[in-house]
């Protein structure tokens, strides 16, 4: 493999490879090619190193203990938090909550904001692409409640028209829930554009940031959302890591989520008064190792550059919908690579996704089939799972030859 | 293990050719079903005659784990009472758990889907037929010619 080859837009490639550990490990002799970072990210010695470092030399429990250690598993939670604050913006660090990722964000918002603020005949917007984690919570929101949910469509192209979504919006909408960037389409919406046209009718804007933040630069002031999930473990963190940014002054007006140890200022037998955010919405001991963790892999990705890494991605992904294109695959989700992610959802000579991510397998190439917890998503596309590869900045071209050849030979296998 | 020790020909054959997939507009049961895990969807119809299961088919779409196990159930249970039904399905399922060491001349072709043991996810999709069988015969089905497809 040719080192020129590697080096792409800004990325030393094959110095990141070295980076990660799991990239050595061998399936039938061959090297491993890993094209599932839109499931979970590999993780950099850096970031393995960091938590190891934790448990040997920092662990305790957090704001309780008065002795050392415990002073410096806090202040290395604390510093994680901010520099999860910095990277995505956040002009108040008190403003990123931390938690599981995602689905719990999600979770978080729907329930401490939602139930306590969605009223009957208001409505909750999402889009037809959204992951089950940014539908089921907002369901359940609004069969507490009395709201409803609605749902804008996406275009044949996989790709969103800002028009109509911003047809649907009236005085009625409380909440836009929607995806920076889709899981399975890569589609990314124009979020500062929607943002801005929701908050004209006074609904808060919660953005599943699960695919955007790992793979762009990112700003929430200059986006505008209210809300943005983070999961770490898509980002070269550990797994559980993660967490929620929210504008300060939603946060303040909110219910807790769970309630517990370290969220309360009083308790009484009958009631309690909590803690101001974040913390309200930390209850019981944290995952202190997985935050501290992703600290690292924010060093580590801010290192690299978003941009660079954006770029990175960006040529990869034109150089992997060419690729899979000129072998009869048809790829799913917008084709122009500046307006969609690096996950490549698609269907291959009718060879039905799991039995093409078996035989896959078999080279060594780690890919993704089924409906990618999207199962609208799939009824709009007209099929029943999609099988996915996906990018991050430890792959090459080479990745893409190695998938592409290996489907050749699962489609000679399984052809009718 | 290489591809084709998991894919054994029988399986690829019944994957592509599969056995009375078809609707049965006179069955007395039918029953869809659905793996969430993966979106594959199989509707099996059921005609008894003469306290036997006469005839069994098929309609839907999975991978060919899922199309060819139904196809070969198709053939196996044709012709057997409710109890050897059950108990073909009982020890399909224990093959499928790997707690049953099959006994090739009851199951026939069926063998060839012991290797799919070693893969637990692709379980779910070989017992999704058998499954389905199942559950139409305890009448847990729609009315015969209401099903789905």
Redesign the interface.
């Known amino acids: 493999m040719a080192v020129t080859e590697q080096r792409s837009a800004g990325l030393d490639v094959a110095r990141i490879r070295a980076d990660f550990p799991i990239l050595e490990r061998t399936r039938n002799g061959a090297p491993i090619v890993y094209l599932d970072s839109a499931n979970t990210s590999q993780k950099p010695r850096k970031v393995i190193d960091t938590i190891t470092e934790y448990y040997e030399r920092h662990n305790a429990n957090l704001y309780r203990a008065v002795y050392e250690l415990a002073e410096e598993a806090t202040a290395m939670f604390e510093d994680a938090r901010a520099r999860l604050a910095a990277f995505i913006g956040a002009p108040d660090v008190a403003s990123i909550v931390f938690n599981r990722g995602t689905t719990e964000s999600i979770n978080l918002v729907a329930n401490a904001w939602g139930r306590r603020f969605l009223r009957e005949g208001d409505e909750v917007l999402f889009t037809e692409m959204e992951h089950h984690s940014n539908i089921v919570p907002w369901q359940l929101a609004a069969a507490a409640t009395g709201a409803s949910v609605r749902m804008v469509p996406i275009e044949d192209d996989g790709s969103l028209d800002p028009t109509k979504l911003e047809a649907l919006l009236t005085d009625r909408t409380k909440v836009l829930a929607i995806t920076g960037q889709s899981n399975v389409l890569g589609t990314m919406p124009s979020i500062k554009r929607l943002a801005a046209s929701a908050h004209a009718v006074g609904a808060v804007v919660v953005v599943d940031g699960a695919q955007l933040v790992p793979h762009n630069p990112v700003d929430v002031v200059e986006l505008d959302v209210d809300f943005l999930t983070i999961s770490g473990h898509k980002m070269l963190g550990p797994t559980a890591s993660g967490g929620l940014y929210g504008r300060l002054e939603l946060l303040e007006a909110m219910d807790p989520f769970m309630g517990g140890g370290e969220m309360v200022m009083e308790v009484f037998p009958d009631h309690a008064t909590y803690k101001a955010p974040p913390h309200r919405f930390e209850a019981g001991t944290m995952n202190i190792a997985e935050e501290i963790g992703l600290a690292a892999a924010i060093d580590y990705l801010e290192e690299l550059g978003m941009q660079n890494i954006r770029n990175h991605e960006r040529e990869l992904t034109a150089y992997g919908i060419d690729a899979l294109e000129s072998i009869g695959a048809t790829v799913f989700g917008p084709k122009d690579p500046e307006v969609r992610g690096g996950a490549l959802s698609f269907w291959y000579k009718d060879v039905?996704?799991?039995?093409l991510a078996?035989?896959l397998d078999?080279d060594g190439v780690c890919v993704r089939?089924?409906?990618h917890c999207a199962?609208v998503l799939?009824r709009r596309l007209g099929?029943?799972?999609t099988t996915r590869a996906s990018f991050y900045v430890y792959n090459t071209r080479e990745d893409v030859d190695a998938l592409v050849a290996s489907l050749e030979k699962a489609g000679a296998?399984?052809a009718? | 293990?290489?591809?084709?020790e998991?894919?054994k020909e029988v399986i690829?054959d019944h994957?592509?050719n599969p056995r009375n997939k078809r609707e049965m507009p006179d069955a007395e049961l039918s029953c869809s079903r659905n793996n969430p895990?993966?979106?594959?969807?199989i509707t099996v119809f059921v005609h008894e005659e003469g306290g036997k299961v006469l005839d069994v088919s098929f309609v839907g779409?999975?991978?060919?784990?899922s199309q060819s196990s139904a196809s070969m159930m198709t053939e196996s249970v044709a012709g057997k009472t409710r109890d050897e039904v059950a108990a073909q399905v009982g020890s399909f399922r224990g093959m499928m758990a790997g707690e049953v060491e099959p006994d090739e001349d009851a199951f026939g072709e069926l063998v060839a889907l012991k290797g799919v043991v070693k893969?637990p996810v692709?379980v779910k999709?070989a017992v999704l037929g058998w499954d389905t069988l199942q559950a139409a015969l305890a009448g847990e089905g729609e009315a015969a010619g209401t099903a789905a497809h």
């Open positions: 039905h996704p799991h039995d078996q035989a078999e089939p089924g409906h199962q799939m099929v029943p799972a296998f399984f009718a | 293990m290489p591809l084709d998991l894919y690829l994957y592509k895990l993966c979106g594959d969807e779409q999975g991978c060919s784990i893969y692709r999709c």
